[in-house]
């Protein structure tokens, strides 16, 4: 089936620093990927789909310039978490689905828990 | 918002007891999908059911879909402690544009 590999699984970094997190699709090429995040005991929030090739596609209050997304091959997107916040501790899952295979189940990523202190 | 609404938000049963969840959501759907979470980890697909479908199965998971109600259900029957973990239901917004919204989730414990 579907593997969708996430890189880390948790990080730990100082404010004001830089964290880059990779979503790789290891069996399948995937021209669209999403990124979620996920605070504590809540629900999925979509933030941006990653497009190949193109702009990253953001959703409404998330600022592009801080949440910089890369999707530079089929099967690799990445979140980079520019001059982070204590704020922007969060839970950050990304899914992809194989090009093609329409409007069924995503897979996802296993997360990254990232904690800014 | 788009986002889909779950009842019970938590749920506490013991093993072997059946447990149902409920998702509702206020857009056209193509289909609805459920996933599970265990704390701290990724997302697994459950089952998937399209809106021309009413009822589907898989294993000891039972989905039923009303798209006049537009709302699901997810009968977990014989529940096991591993099947502690949080319950997604999810579907694609009204631009069909791949993006998948998803629910509030239910948490839920099986008590060995």
């Known amino acids: 089936g579907a593997v969708v590999s996430q890189h880390p699984s948790r990080v730990i970094c100082k404010s004001g620093t830089s964290v880059k997190i990779e979503c790789r699709s290891l069996?399948?090429?995937?021209?669209?990927m999403f990124w979620y995040r996920q605070f504590p005991k809540q629900s999925l929030m979509l933030m941006a789909t990653?497009?190949?090739?193109?702009?990253?596609?953001?959703e409404q209050g998330v600022e592009k310039d801080k949440f910089l997304i890369n999707h530079a091959s089929l099967t690799l997107s990445t979140l980079t978490v520019t001059s982070a916040h204590p704020e922007d501790s969060s839970f950050y899952i990304c899914?992809?689905?194989?090009?093609?295979?329409?409007?069924?189940?995503?897979?996802f990523g296993s997360g990254t828990r990232l904690t800014v202190v | 918002s788009q986002q889909g609404e779950e009842d019970p938000q938590a749920l506490s049963i013991q093993e072997g007891e059946n447990a149902t969840m409920n998702c509702s959501y206020k857009?056209?759907?193509?289909?609805l999908q459920w996933y599970r979470q265990n704390s701290g980890r990724g997302l697994v697909h459950l089952i998937l059911?399209?809106?021309?479908?009413r009822e589907k199965h898989s294993g000891r998971l039972r989905v039923t879909l009303d798209t006049s109600k537009k709302s699901s259900s997810l009968l977990i029957t014989a529940s096991r402690a591993a099947d502690t973990a949080s319950y997604f239901c999810?579907?694609?917004?009204?631009?069909?544009?791949?993006?998948?919204?998803f629910g509030q989730g239910t948490t839920l414990q099986v008590k060995p």
């Open positions: 059911i399209r809106s021309n479908e």
């Open positions: 999810a579907f694609y917004g009204s631009s069909n544009t791949g993006k998948l919204i």
């Open positions: 899914s992809a689905t194989p090009a093609g295979q329409g409007a069924g189940g995503y897979t």
């Open positions: 857009t056209s759907i193509n289909n």
């Open positions: 990653s497009n190949e090739g193109s702009k990253a596609t953001y």
């Open positions: 069996d399948f090429q995937a021209t669209t």
